[in-house]
């Protein structure tokens, strides 16, 4: 590989230019990053209970069992609805029974009108007693449907997929209509929640980026599903409700109320400078610099390099906001700007991003 002619210029005594890696500064549009803290709850949570009253006769799922949607869980004991639930049967068959008896006499009755035989208002009056037992029939029909329902009701199902997180009664307890019997929570359908501060909220939109992180380190991908327009008077805060569409350790395992942190990423109607953070040097004295190459510098050939004082502002996405000390097209060194000594000889790289 042929040297630039500034290299072979050099003496045998001369160090080698250090080879540093630089960007261009660009101007970008900035974003501002604000962390917040919130809990991971579960999109589902409902404490089951019973409509009717019994006695529990059979558990089926116990604290920590995973069911599907419609597994059952309880019975209660179903004797004296399934007799109520036969006598309404009963009433039914009979009520049928009545119906069709009269409709037979009204038929036999309205052949007889014809030939003068009888009055007519006898026939109405059957008439309306054929309608008298349909509408029985049909309040006979209504009550069996009832006591049925009520039968099935006994048996309590679970309304959606989850984990059985507590259980409340055991077998041979009676039970009333509200009675708690287990908690169900959705631990396969998770959303994070947060309490952002109410002066954000206008920013915040439905593709707001998010970063959750929960305390192992596990980063999770989410997505805004709401923003509460309710402030809370003791934080000045309102919630914010992501759901989570995946993570990128999947051997952690998700746990309603688990605790999570998060970082904002809005979207900011200011453009300025920004750097990578590699490029900026923090001195105990309060000093900020970076390092810069003078005018001209070419990549892969020896130039000087002067160390700049900087103001800097937002930092978002490994970059940091370059206020004053920093204009457009300069190279900075990002890499190898540690040992740097002012007018030291180095050989630029562009920058791996």
């Given at each position: 590989m042929l040297l630039h002619p500034a290299v072979t210029a050099q003496t045998p005594d001369s160090p080698a230019p250090l080879r540093v890696e630089a960007t261009i500064a660009q101007r970008q549009p900035l974003i501002e990053e604000?962390?917040?803290?919130?809990?991971?709850?579960?999109?589902?949570?409902?404490?089951?209970?019973?409509?009717?009253?019994?006695?529990?006769?059979?558990?089926?799922?116990?604290?920590?069992?995973?069911v599907k949607k419609g597994a059952l869980l309880l019975v209660l004991d179903p004797e004296l609805n399934s007799i109520s639930r036969d006598a309404a049967l009963a009433e039914v068959a009979q009520a049928r029974e009545a119906l069709a008896d009269s409709?037979?006499?009204?038929?036999?009755?309205?052949?007889?009108?014809?030939?003068?035989?009888?009055?007519?208002?006898?026939?109405?009056?059957?008439?309306?007693?054929?309608?008298?037992r349909d509408?029985?029939?049909?309040?006979?029909?209504?009550?069996?449907?009832?006591?049925?329902?009520?039968?099935?009701?006994?048996?309590?199902?679970?309304?959606?997929?989850?984990?059985?997180?507590?259980?409340?009664?055991?077998?041979?307890?009676?039970?009333?209509?509200g009675t708690a019997l287990f908690e169900l929570v959705a631990a396969d359908d998770l959303r994070a929640d947060f309490q952002v501060p109410q002066r954000y909220f206008a920013r915040i939109q439905t593709d707001t980026a998010i970063?959750?992180?929960?305390?192992?380190?596990?980063?999770?991908?989410?997505?805004?599903e709401h923003k509460v327009p309710v402030s809370r008077d003791s934080g000045r805060t309102f919630l914010l409700r992501t759901v989570i569409t995946?993570?990128?350790?999947?051997?952690?395992?998700?746990?309603?109320?688990?605790?999570?942190?998060?970082?904002?990423?809005?979207?900011?109607?200011?453009?300025?400078?920004?750097?990578?953070?590699?490029?900026?040097?923090?001195?105990p004295d309060g000093r900020v610099t970076v390092w810069i190459a003078e005018p001209d510098s070419r990549w892969g050939e020896p130039?000087?390099?002067?160390?700049?004082?900087?103001?800097?502002?937002?930092?978002?996405?490994?970059?940091?906001?370059?206020?004053?000390?920093?204009?457009?097209g300069q190279q900075v060194i990002v890499r190898g700007n540690e040992s740097l000594q002012p007018d030291q000889t180095v050989l630029l790289q562009r920058a791996r991003h």
């Open positions: 604000v962390p917040v803290a919130g809990t991971i709850h579960p999109l589902q949570q409902a404490l089951l209970s019973t409509e009717v009253s019994g006695l529990v006769e059979t558990i089926r799922a116990d604290i920590g069992h995973r409709r037979r006499r009204y038929r036999e009755l309205q052949s007889l009108v014809s030939d003068q035989h009888i009055a007519e208002t006898e026939v109405e009056s059957l008439a309306s007693e054929v309608r008298i509408a029985e029939l049909q309040a006979a029909q209504v009550e069996a449907e009832r006591q049925a329902a009520l039968l099935r009701r006994h048996r309590i199902k679970a309304p959606f997929s989850g984990t059985i997180s507590q259980r409340h009664v055991d077998v041979g307890e009676w039970v009333d209509p970063r959750v992180k929960l305390d192992d380190g596990t980063t999770l991908n989410t997505r805004v995946g993570k990128s350790d999947q051997t952690t395992e998700l746990i309603p109320g688990m605790s999570a942190t998060a970082v904002l990423q809005l979207q900011n109607d200011r453009h300025g400078v920004a750097l990578p953070r590699d490029a900026v040097l923090r001195y130039a000087k390099v002067v160390e700049q004082q900087v103001t800097t502002g937002l930092s978002f996405n490994g970059l940091i906001e370059i206020k004053t000390g920093v204009e457009e």
